[in-house]
């Protein structure tokens, strides 16, 4: 069964010292954060005119979807470059089959390029931690084509437990991991070996992944 409808159908674990954890970390940097949050705002709207968040559907915790949040980092017509580009170029066609990802994205905003290498753009997903769709740490946020072409069965481990804002995915070269295969292997890795002292691992590695934009496009 590839689809998430069924909700239900999943085994949702339940970790209430790793939400208590989630909750403290995203009040302080949300509260920390906040001239942060307000720079890129303006550095949005200065560059491409428009929404500065954008918002899309992921597929969460016993797959139920929900609205993830981010700095917008793409033109406004963006889904209809995508569409264009991928009718146009079959190599870049292919490119986006096999990661969902493209290297040179021309959707991508100048000032979106710089949020994307530094993660910068994913700060609002805090707000997503605090509502309960997403932990700090925890397997990728995907969307339901990614369940439906390549997670399978897998889709029922991985969705047990929350996605979160980093991961082992994150700190282990993001986009140059071009097998998606191997993104999937690394959610599952952290699922079957979850515990706050790894997690807390994982948060002290991404801060110098995203200061210097490593592996990430």
């Not at 920390?32 to 428009?50: D, K, N, Q, R, Y």
Request: a positive charge; hydrophobic letters at 40%.
């Amino acid at each position: 069964m590839n689809s998430v409808s069924s909700a239900h159908s999943y085994q949702i674990r339940h970790y209430p010292l790793k939400r208590i954890f989630d909750i403290t970390f995203s009040i302080f940097c949300l509260l920390l954060g906040v001239p942060i949050f307000l720079t890129i705002a303006l550095a949005v709207w200065l560059t491409s005119p428009g929404k500065i968040i954008y918002s899309h559907e992921r597929i969460g915790r016993g797959g139920k979807s929900f609205r993830c949040y981010k700095f917008r980092t793409m033109y406004q017509d963006a889904d209809q470059r995508l569409k264009d580009i991928l009718n146009e170029n079959s190599h870049l066609k292919k490119e986006w089959n096999n990661c969902f990802k493209l290297k040179n994205d021309p959707r991508i905003t100048s000032i979106g390029n710089f949020l994307r290498k530094t993660s910068l753009d994913e700060l609002p997903q805090f707000w997503n931690v605090l509502k309960g769709d997403l932990s700090v740490v925890g397997p990728r946020p995907i969307v339901q084509a990614e369940v439906d072409k390549y997670l399978g069965l897998k889709a029922y481990k991985i969705l047990s437990i929350r996605p979160g804002l980093t991961g082992p995915w994150q700190v282990s070269g993001r986009s140059d991991i071009n097998c998606y295969q191997k993104r999937i292997l690394l959610d599952e890795y952290y699922v079957d070996h979850r515990s706050m002292v790894l997690d807390l691992k994982l948060i002290a590695k991404t801060i110098p992944t995203m200061l210097f934009s490593k592996g990430a496009y």
